[in-house]
């Protein structure tokens, strides 16, 4: 194994090989564990991807086990068919496990394979030579520009019986999802000096997906809107520490934003589909409604591929032809 594998973080290996004990024989899980600190490490998976994958590569070794009769060695494993693998994603099928999650299970199992490959340790033939499952293409679902910022102003919950500063962090965390583009993750991790003070700077460094950074505008709403949740913030917020806090003084769970996006949500008529996501997914939209380069909008959200930015201009014309029916003459 590389010299420069570095291991995972303590609580992100104990989390990632819990799953794995119980299903593995001596000699997989001795590779397990260096595959899992190579994908950290070499790859830069998150340590949340890297649990994920620890988990679909346990169900595919449990079941291996039910399947073989035993745990399976390193060297069942080179001896694997097509079928064998076919017969796992049945059985997970059988048992609800939607298209994307098989993907996601296979793409793990193929992970290890080549890993093993690669270190002289098996083969992963079988693997390769099985398709995922298709899964259905879904347009992105925005909000209109109204109800994102509704979504974003304090003042929509005033009748909360809610502490202001909370209801001004939530107003902070939603304005950099809807108007900066960020993910959940990446607003939450915010540390207090990655703000800028009191309006002096007006860009933020987001750490993104495999640890990538980017470079993020910030408009001077969004940077009042820390500001106005730092200056009443209960708790005291360290330079290298999130800046948002839960009520007791933590760090902020997603699930308190999106608990605070299901309420207002509701207070607004809006749909199920009015998610934290959503207003990301709102904020690429408008840009490209309003002439934003495609490949700006990319660096912005922090895609790796501008494919995946590429739905955007799809789901605008979806728009753009429902606007038409709606208002032309001749539609209706």
């Known amino acids: 194994m590389s010299s420069r594998v570095k291991p995972l973080d303590k609580d992100a290996r104990n989390s990632a090989e819990d799953h794995l004990f119980s299903v593995a024989a001596k000699d997989v899980l001795v590779e397990l564990k260096r595959w899992l600190e190579f994908i950290a490490a070499e790859r830069r998976l998150s340590p949340k991807t890297c649990e994920a994958y620890a988990r679909d590569v346990s169900s595919f070794l449990e079941f291996l086990t039910e399947h073989l009769g035993h745990a399976p060695k390193l060297a069942d494993l080179s001896k694997l068919a097509p079928a064998d693998i076919r017969s796992f994603l049945a059985f997970r099928r ?5 298209a994307r999650t098989l993907q996601r299970s296979l793409a793990a199992a193929r992970s290890f394979a080549r890993y093993l490959e690669r270190e002289g340790r098996g083969k992963s033939d079988a693997l390769s030579a099985v398709r995922a499952p298709k899964v259905a293409k879904t347009l992105p679902r925005p909000l209109d520009a109204q109800s994102a910022l509704a979504l974003a102003d304090p003042a929509t919950r005033r009748y ?3 502490e202001p500063w909370v209801l001004a962090r939530d107003a ?7 108007g900066a583009g960020l993910r959940i993750a990446e607003a939450l991790s915010l540390t207090r ?11 933020i460094t987001v750490t993104g997906k495999g640890n990538k950074t980017r470079m993020v505008p910030l ?10 949740y730092i200056a009443i913030c209960p708790f005291d917020l360290p330079a290298g520490e999130p800046v948002f806090r839960g009520e007791k003084g933590g760090p902020l769970s997603p699930r308190i934003v999106q608990l605070a996006m299901e309420r207002m949500r509701g207070a607004l008529g809006l749909p199920d589909s009015a998610t934290p996501h959503a207003l990301r997914h709102s904020f690429a939209t408008h840009l490209l409604a309003r002439g934003g380069d495609l490949r ?3 660096e912005l959200l922090g895609h790796a591929s501008l494919a995946t930015t590429q739905i955007y201009t799809q789901v605008d014309t979806t728009h753009l032809l429902e606007a038409y029916r709606a208002a032309h003459p001749r539609a209706r």
């Open 160 to 162: 909360e019986e809610r």
């Open 193 to 203: 000096n990655q703000i800028p003070a009191n309006g002096t700077a007006d860009t």
């Open 296 to 298: 700006s909008i990319q």
């Open 172 to 178: 902070a965390v939603l304005s950099l999802l809807y």
């Open 94 to 98: 059988g048992n609800g496990v939607e």
């Open 219 to 228: 408009l001077p709403q969004i940077t009042q809107a820390i500001n106005d």
